[in-house]
C-alpha cells in the first residue's frame, strides 16, 4: 500500500484527489495539510510513503517546506502538483530535492503514474518537460530574466509581487527584514525593475501568478 499525503490549500482538491485515488487499489490517503508547516507536521509524525504538494499555501509555501522536508526525511518523495506552468518552476524545484512536477492540468492518470515512478526512487517530469530537458536549458542570455533568479531570490519575488510586505516575509521566512530587503535589492537589480508594481506586472505578464 503507497501511502499518501496531500497537502494543498483548497479543500475541493484535496476531496477530488482523494476520491481518485480510492479508485487505486493500492494507494491510501493517510494524511492531509493545507499548508507547509502541516505538511512537515505530517512527516515529522511519520508514516507517509510520498507526498503531492502545491507550491503556493498560505502561512508557509511549499517551496519552504519542501528544503526543510528534504533536510528532515530526504527518504521521502514530495511530488510537486501546482497551477503553475512547469516550465517557470520544475527544473528549480527539481534541484531543491522535488521528486517531479505536476501541473494541475494534466490527465488523472498522468498522476498516478507519477506516484508509481518516484514511489520506486526515481524521478517524474511529464512529456512535455522531458523534451524541454532533453533539448537542452537554452543559453543564458536568452532567458527571461526571473530565470536569472537564485532560489531564494525566487522566493522574495513570488511573495513581492503577489503584494506581500517585507515585513510579513521576514517573519514568515525566518529571516531579519534588512536581508529580505537585501533579495529585495538584488531582484529589482537583476530584473531591471523599480517597483513592486513592476514587479507584478512582470509576473501576471509572465503567468508566474494568477
Known sequence: MIRIAIVDDHAMVRAGLRQFFADQADFQVVAEAANGRDAEEIVRKGGVDVLLMDISMPHQSGVDALATIKARAPEIPVLIFSGFAEVHYATTLLRQGASGYLNKDCDPEEIVKAIRTVIRGRKYVSATMAERLAEGVAIKSDKPPHEHLSERELQVFLRLARGESVGDMAISMCLSIKTV??????????????????????????GLIN
Do not use: I
Open 181 to 206: 530587503s537585501t533579495y529585495r535589492t538584488r531582484v529589482m537589480e537583476k530584473m531591471n525593475l523599480d517597483s513592486n508594481s513592476d514587479l507584478t506586472y512582470y509576473a501576471l505578464k509572465n
